[in-house]
């Protein structure tokens, strides 16, 4: 040991020995750091992103079985509201439902019998027949129900999702049922998509309420019992979450899983932990790779310029936090700093986006407003009808014309007219609901928008306004008088033309009959009055 000591050493030498012990323990502490904090990531990554996945498709299942069950419980109300339809209206109903929804691959009208009424499409060639088995059991039910999985009189396995149907007087008439094929093209197939597995082994699949598969990537495989896995046991218990398994093939699997309360179905996305790994061996493999020569480089070159090139990231942070203030900001970037112009860019880039955007919404806001009465005006009065049709919500119109407003104009001048249809704009918003649309149409004319309420209930509303205005002074010192119009989506039609064409009608009736009043158009062209 006294022999090493007396040795001679160089200083390169010593430095070289140095940096090479410290080079190793670092890089053997930060590779296993690496390790396990890569490890750690992966894991959570990939089940964060199985579990979002998996909680999307849930939720677009979800969201389809809602939209499925109100389109039955429209059907069942729409049969039991028309008695009169015959066998072969109610075929060509269900037929055009089946063409136009595409939600289930077949409906039918099952009577209390249990004997098919109607089907469509009609090529099943069940019509006629009686139900055996879990239809049967639907039908004598009589409540709303989402059946397991199961080989119906067609020979195809699907689910069934019911509504009863009773006729007005209350009693049961059967059931409105739609058919979901789990081994067949389907909305249900398209939301889930035909991508059930990725470049990296990942897939999921879907279970029913009692354990069993209803989507899987192997179609083979569905109606299989599963309820031996782990994560279905959780899921047939009500419980979403994510965790490293066993599948039941045996392999160790990352998954996340989503219960869907609505239908009980559970949807599975995973991972095979061999990808994980896969993944963590690359990594420690092109660490070790890559941080050899750089290590040592940067090393150097760090202890020469650490503070020069910290200086400027110092800098850009101080600009950074400036441009989340409100203040104007005078960007100064180094020249020395080598990412200048890419930073600079991304700043600017953004701030041109974001004033473009407000300046955008701004125009919109402005185009759709009229500038007098503050109000929404024709355009968007278009978009907040055609809105409300393909939401599927019904609506009342009512057009409001100013009985004899030239003379106010001509009497009092522009101005003044102009006070009174700010007047009649303020009256008529505080008398309609929070959920009802106003609109300047143009001129003396305006709109009213009613959602969920029927013509007869607009009426009420209409005479309101009416009443109002007529024992009402206004800006000018005189009351106004208004006739007005009304047409109902859909009861009077399908057409938004025809709608506004049929409540223009009914207002040029309430013109011809003396003004100062409202009026129903009716199918006959017999407008029903209220006063």
Do not use: C
Request: hydrophobic fraction near 40%; proline fraction near 4%.
């Amino acid at each position: 040991m006294k022999t090493l000591f007396r040795r001679k050493f160089k200083l390169t030498t010593l430095l070289i020995s140095l940096i090479t012990t410290s080079f190793l323990l670092t890089s053997v502490i930060l590779l296993f750091a690496s390790y396990q904090s890569e490890k750690r990531s992966l894991i959570d990554t990939y089940l964060s992103l199985n579990y979002s996945k998996s909680e999307k498709i849930s939720s677009s299942v979800d969201s389809l079985f809602k939209s499925m069950k109100i389109n039955l419980q429209e059907i069942s109300y729409f049969l039991s509201t028309n008695p009169q339809m015959t066998d072969e209206e109610i075929q060509e109903f269900l037929e055009l439902l089946k063409k136009s929804s595409r939600y289930f691959n077949s409906l039918a009208w099952v009577d209390e019998t249990g004997v098919i009424q109607n089907i469509a499409p009609i090529s099943v060639g069940l019509k006629g027949e009686a139900v055996t088995g879990m239809t049967k059991e639907v039908v004598d039910t009589k409540v709303p129900m989402l059946t397991p999985p199961y080989i119906a009189p067609s020979g195809r396995m699907l689910v069934l999702l019911s509504e009863p149907f009773f006729d007005s007087e209350g009693n049961y008439k059967g059931i409105i049922g739609g058919t979901v094929y789990l081994q067949e093209p389907n909305v249900l197939n398209e939301i889930l998509g035909n991508d059930f597995i990725d470049s990296n082994g990942s897939y999921y699949y879907v279970v029913g309420p009692e354990g069993k598969l209803l989507f899987h990537p192997d179609v083979n495989r569905i109606g299989d019992d599963v309820r031996e896995n782990t994560v279905v046991s959780k899921l047939l218990q009500g419980k979403s979450g994510k965790e490293q398994v066993v599948n039941t093939k045996g392999v160790p699997m990352y998954a996340a899983y989503n219960y869907i309360p609505e239908i009980s179905w559970g949807v599975v996305q995973q991972t095979p932990v061999s990808f994980v790994n896969e993944l963590l061996k690359n990594h420690i493999q092109n660490l070790i790779y890559t941080v050899l020569f750089p290590f040592i480089v940067i090393l150097v070159i760090s202890l020469i310029f650490a503070r020069k090139l910290a200086k400027p990231f110092i800098e850009l942070a101080d600009i950074v936090n400036q441009l989340g203030s409100e203040k104007d900001v005078q960007v100064s970037v180094p020249e020395s700093h080598w990412n200048r112009e890419a930073d600079l860019l991304t700043q600017s880039v953004k701030m041109a986006i974001e004033a473009v955007q407000q300046n955008n919404k701004k125009l919109v806001e402005e185009a759709m407003t009229d500038t007098l009465t503050d109000l929404p005006n024709r355009r968007k009065f278009n978009e907040v009808m055609t809105r409300l049709v393909n939401d599927g919500q019904p609506f009342s119109l009512v057009l409001i014309d100013i009985d004899h407003f030239k003379s106010i104009n001509d009497t009092y001048g522009h101005l003044q007219g102009d006070e009174v249809l700010k007047y009649l704009s303020n009256t008529v918003q505080a008398l309609i609901r929070k959920q009802d649309h106003f609109f300047r149409f143009g001129g003396e004319e305006f709109v009213l928008l009613l959602p969920s309420t029927t013509s007869k209930e607009a009426l009420i509303v209409a005479e309101k306004v009416r009443t109002k205005l007529e024992n009402t002074n206004t800006p000018v010192g005189i009351p106004i008088t208004v006739s007005l119009g009304i047409s109902e989506f859909p009861f009077h039609t399908n057409s938004l033309d025809d709608l506004f064409l049929f409540a223009d009608k009914a207002l040029y009736q309430s013109k011809s009959s003396g003004r100062n009043r409202t009026m129903i158009w009716s199918p006959n062209d017999e407008l029903r009055n209220s006063v």
